[in-house]
């Protein structure tokens, strides 16, 4: 069965509105799946030019990495 409606948080004995339904949390997953593919992806990619990758590929590697781990740490 799939929930569709509000998520909630709890802090202590209290809940609080998160924001997000339970789809909006399904695409937030598949969003960082495909961000983790495309980093490995990106990683293949600069072993293959021996480490002589354009500066806009050094650039999007150092976003993709914070925005991935930004997600790890929540």
């Known amino acids: ?5 509000k998520l909630y948080g ?3 004995k ?3 509105d998160t924001g997000n339904t ?4 399904e ?13 490995e992806a990106m990683i293949r990619y ?5 480490g002589e990758a354009p500066s806009e590929h050094h650039r ?6 914070a925005a ?3 997600e790890r740490s929540r």
């Open 14 to 16: 209290k809940y609080f």
């Open 46 to 50: 600069e072993g293959d030019v021996d």
């Open 1 to 5: 069965m799939k929930y569709n409606g």
């Open 10 to 12: 709890k802090i202590g």
């Open 22 to 25: 339970g789809d909006d949390w």
């Open 68 to 70: 991935l781990s930004s």
């Open 60 to 65: 999007m590697m150092d976003r993709v990495r």
């Open 27 to 39: 695409m937030l997953e598949i969003a960082r799946s495909a961000l983790a593919e495309l980093y």
